[in-house]
Nanobody, 120 residues
Framework: QVQLVESGGGLVQPGGSLRLSCAAS????????MGWYRQASGKQRELVAT???????NYADTVEGRFTISRDNARNTVYLQMNSLKPEDAAVYYC??????????????WGQGTQVTVSS
């Protein structure tokens, strides 16, 4: 069983910053890609950023230059530093991890989500 636990969401004013964290725990061999997705009210879930085990990052155009994804492989943790937040960034943010369970099996896991509200 693999669990992803997110933290760091909250209320912030436009232009402010937040840092999200997501820690993976359980029984697995390793973690491949990790990422953050978000879902605003009434909208579909969308990709925010992903990062490979080697540290290569990819961002949605809407957050490029404002958000930074990073990971600590020793702690099985991925972070999302969000700067210059806009009201349109408000959403529930979900952590995702592609986890190598056995030599031949990898599964996707999701966190429970953490709310980010951007409002004055």
């Amino acid at each position: 069983q693999v669990q992803l636990v997110e933290s760091g969401g909250g209320l912030v004013q436009p232009g402010g910053s937040l840092r999200l964290s997501c820690a993976a725990s359980g029984s697995f061999r390793s973690i491949n890609a990790m990422g953050w997705y978000r879902q605003a009210s009434g909208k579909q879930r969308e990709l925010v950023a992903t990062i490979t085990s080697g540290g290569s990052a990819n961002y949605a155009d809407t957050v490029e230059g404002r958000f930074t994804i990073s990971r600590d492989n020793a702690r099985n943790t991925v972070y999302l530093q969000m700067n210059s937040l806009k009201p349109e960034d408000a959403a529930v943010y979900y952590c995702n991890a592609r986890v190598k369970i056995t030599i031949i099996r990898s599964d996707d896991y999701w966190g429970q989500g953490t709310q980010v509200t951007v409002s004055s």
